[in-house]
T-cell receptor, first 112, second 117 residues
Framework: ELKVEQNPLFLSMQEGKNYTIYCNYS?????LYWYRQDPGKSLESLFV?????AVKQEGRLMASLDTKARLSTLHITAAVHDLSATYFC????????????FGTGTRLQVTL | GAVVSQHPSRVICKSGTSVKIECRSL??????MFWYRQFPKQSLMLMAT?????????EQGVEKDKFLINHASLTLSTLTVTSAHPEDSSFYIC?????????????FGPGTRLLVL
């Protein structure tokens, strides 16, 4: 059974600081997704990582995928308050964007 | 592009009644749609995969007679929670995977919050 774990579960950080969220998964996969969820809202797609070594950046967020280590990271650079949200990674074992298994989620709080 | 809608966004019902939630892909066709459930402060759990023109595939532990799924067209899937009880109260989110393209991702709807009294 695929397990997807995120670390940390909760992160409080000051504006301007850098930090990394980790997503570990237990079964080989080369497809991983990152999403953002605001309170009471649905998911907003952030990144789609489709191969080993994939790196994508958008604004202050950068995601990478290491399929050999079964690890993805979401790096936050110079955090701002607007980044406060819950971040989920999701792993796709099928290779066809089916049956996503979501991580535990990381609740990020950026303080002024 | 790639917009998915859900209706209703919020519903309150009495215990024992049935509730239907619609999921529509607005600007693309989707042979496959997915239904997820999220309890407060928890992650999303896949409930079932909805396939146009055929029966849905349910995940282990999900009662197919309680959560009826119909995918009658390439743009619409419905989830009916039958004889709802308070423990069915949750946030239900659908997603759709575009047909006929490289299958890279799912597009998520805005969610439906169900409260059963």
């Amino acid at each position: 059974e695929l397990k997807v774990e995120q670390n940390p579960l909760f992160l409080s950080m000051q504006e301007g600081k850098n930090y990394t969220i980790y997503c570990n998964y237990s079964t080989t996969s080369d497809r991983l997704y990152w999403y953002r969820q605001d309170p009471g809202k649905s998911l907003e797609s952030l990144f789609v990582l489709l191969s080993n070594g994939a790196v994508k950046q958008e604004g202050r967020l950068m995601a990478s995928l290491d399929t050999k280590a079964r690890l993805s990271t979401l790096h936050i650079t110079a955090a701002v308050h607007d980044l406060s949200a819950t971040y989920f990674c999701a792993v796709d074992l099928t290779g066809t964007a089916s049956k996503l298994t979501f991580g535990t989620g990381t609740r990020l709080q950026v303080t002024l | 592009g790639a917009v998915v809608s859900q209706h209703p966004s919020r519903v309150i019902c009495k215990s024992g009644t049935s509730v239907k939630i619609e999921c529509r892909s607005l600007d693309f066709q989707a042979t496959t749609m997915f239904w997820y459930r999220q309890f407060p402060k928890q992650s999303l759990m896949l409930m079932a995969t909805s396939n146009e023109g055929s029966k849905a595939t349910y995940e282990q532990g999900v009662e197919k007679d309680k959560f009826l799924i119909n995918h009658a067209s390439l743009t619409l899937s419905t989830l009916t929670v039958t004889s709802a009880h308070p423990e069915d109260s949750s946030f239900y989110i659908c997603s759709a995977r575009p047909s006929g393209r490289i299958q890279e991702t799912q597009y998520f709807g805005p969610g439906t919050r169900l409260l059963v009294l």
